[in-house]
């Protein structure tokens, strides 16, 4: 709690003690437009990370579902063959479980299209095996190749699979985007490092004149740190308003899977970039405070 | 309440100051002369803190300056109005409220507009520049705030870097007759200066000692004044 009570402390207090720092024009206004830009940039980070987190989850249990095999043969050899690919699928790794679909099952699937009292005992229609895969997967060519080799008239429809490779995009983006947050993090950090030195720099004088007339450190540094912490609060508050609105504003086409037009937050998730202006001002403060103390040291 | 035992002072390159000791008592009236450049600002610097002895041990309030934290020093200099020889303000606040400074910083905002405040600045003609930047101040003006500031506080110790440097002969004659006045009141006073005039107009008023740098150390000027 200490930290938090150190926060406190510093921010409350005489507001009339500002005062003795002189107002900084053109710096100040770097500092909130930095703090404005780096918010911004951490919405649409912290956008990308959440929308690629939900992609990546719904294509994962898309891919964690089936895939199917088609047997499509003369009817004698239908049975036969339907078994011979059970028994191969049962001894593949990566196939979890496979169970060929019963007829009611298979007229389901094609009513939508047939109607519902399609007689599809008499039609040629392939016999379906339904393939659920392990989370590591199954060889796909392999199995093809046995496939080809002792049933000749199925087919392994993977359609689902080639989605694995923008899972794994997904996953990526998706860490990039919490690797951005936080490099952002630390650049306004920086920034804000520099533009308090900047000014400790410039009221060099103005400390000297405080420490002879017996100000305390701590008083010194509040003038500074307060000043920061509210500018970088402002800019950030400005910066993350905007990127929420520019977020918001970007056209939606239906959730389909689109990666670009699913870009953005949704339901209680718009409310974690609120979290941005006050972590930038957490920042502010800490990084101001530690310069603070820093150039303090060059006076006695 | 200020004490330099054995001091002695260098800035790095041959010793500026060797073996001064001095007790600034409660009471105490000091003159500290010298040519330019002898060491007089040094020392007080060393009296006020700004500088570390690099020999012997002051001691400030009782208290040896070493071993002072960084807030040690600033309750410390709340005790000791200064008047530092070029002046420095607070370009940016009028000089009324640089003159309230020492108030401000140690928690005391409210008394820029006190009855106190305002006989200060009239006692040291500067009543009708309260509301003026210290940047539009004479150099005199600037003298007389500085000495305004510094005894605001009502401080036990007022150490006073050249400040008639800057005033002309009656202004120095009310900033002496303050002085003594306030020395009466068992204040210590040590005041730097090249002002000989006054020093002699002092010790028509009170016992002062008067002190003199003389090959980087202190001695007692006595008869030729
Ligand atoms: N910060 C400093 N660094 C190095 N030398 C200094 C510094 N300040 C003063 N000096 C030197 O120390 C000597 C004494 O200076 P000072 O105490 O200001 O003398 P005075 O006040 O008697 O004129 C001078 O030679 C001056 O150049
Ligand atoms: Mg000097």
């Known amino acids: 709690m200490r930290p938090l009570r150190a926060f406190i402390s510093f921010l409350v207090g005489d507001p009339r003690a500002d005062r003795v720092v002189p107002p900084s024009g053109v710096a100040a206004h770097l500092t909130t437009f930095a703090a404005a830009a780096m918010a911004f940039l951490a919405v649409f980070a912290l956008a990308l990370s959440l929308s690629a987190g939900r992609l990546a989850e719904r294509w994962s249990s898309a891919l964690a579902q089936s895939s199917t095999v088609r047997i499509s043969a003369p009817d004698d050899q239908r049975a036969a063959q339907t078994q011979a690919v059970l028994d191969i699928l049962a001894e593949t790794p990566g196939v979890e479980s496979a169970r060929a679909l019963s007829d009611a099952e298979q007229r389901a699937l094609l009513a939508p299209w047939f109607g519902a009292d399609l007689p599809v005992e008499t039609l040629p229609i392939p016999q379906l095996i339904e393939v659920v895969e392990t989370q590591a997967g199954y060889d796909a060519e392999g199995l093809r190749l046995r496939l080809r080799a002792e049933a000749p008239g199925a087919i392994l429809d993977d359609h689902t699979r080639w989605r694995r490779p923008l899972v794994r995009a997904a996953d990526r983006l998706r860490s990039l985007g919490w690797t951005s947050i936080l490099l952002i993090t630390l650049t306004t950090g920086a920034m804000i490092t520099l533009a308090a030195n900047a000014a400790l720099a410039a009221n060099a004088q103005v400390i000297a004149v405080l420490r002879l007339v017996g100000a305390r450190d701590t008083y010194i540094a509040r003038a500074f740190v307060r000043r920061f912490t509210l500018r970088s609060l402002t800019g950030a508050a400005i910066g993350t308003a905007l990127g929420m609105l520019a977020v918001w504003a970007l056209p939606s086409a239906e959730t389909a899977s689109s990666f670009l037009t699913g870009l953005g937050f949704s339901g209680a998730s718009w409310l974690l970039p609120l979290t941005i202006p006050p972590l930038a001002a957490i920042v502010a403060f800490w990084a101001t405070r530690a310069a603070s103390f820093r150039a303090l040291k060059e006076v006695r | ?225």
């Open chain 2, 1 to 225: 309440m200020i004490e330099l035992n054995d001091v002695g002072y260098s800035y790095g390159g041959d010793a500026l100051l060797t073996d001064v000791s001095l007790n600034l008592s409660p009471g105490s009236f000091h003159f500290l002369t010298g040519p330019s450049g002898a060491g007089k600002t040094t020392l007080l610097k060393l009296c006020y803190l700004e500088l570390q002895a690099t020999r012997g041990e002051v001691v400030a309030f009782g208290r040896p300056a070493r071993q002072l934290s960084r807030d040690g020093v600033a309750r410390m200099r709340r005790r000791v109005g200064i008047v530092h020889q070029d002046c420095r303000f607070l370009d940016h606040l009028p000089l009324v409220e640089n003159v309230a400074l020492p108030l401000s910083v140690s928690g005391q905002p409210d008394h820029a507009d006190s009855t106190e405040m305002r006989e200060l600045l009239a006692w040291v003609g500067l009543k009708h520049r309260a509301t003026a930047l210290p940047p539009e101040l004479s150099g005199g003006e600037r003298q007389r705030a500085a000495l305004a500031r510094a005894l605001i506080m009502s401080p036990d110790v007022i150490l006073a870097d050249e400040p008639t440097g800057n005033l002309d002969w009656e202004m120095s004659l009310r900033l002496l007759t303050l002085l003594v006045e306030l020395n009466r009141m068992g204040k210590a006073v040590l005041i730097a200066t090249h002002d000989l005039a006054l020093i002699r107009q002092a010790k028509t008023q009170l016992a002062a000692r008067v002190l003199r740098i003389r090959d980087r150390t202190l001695q007692v000027a006595g008869a030729e004044l």
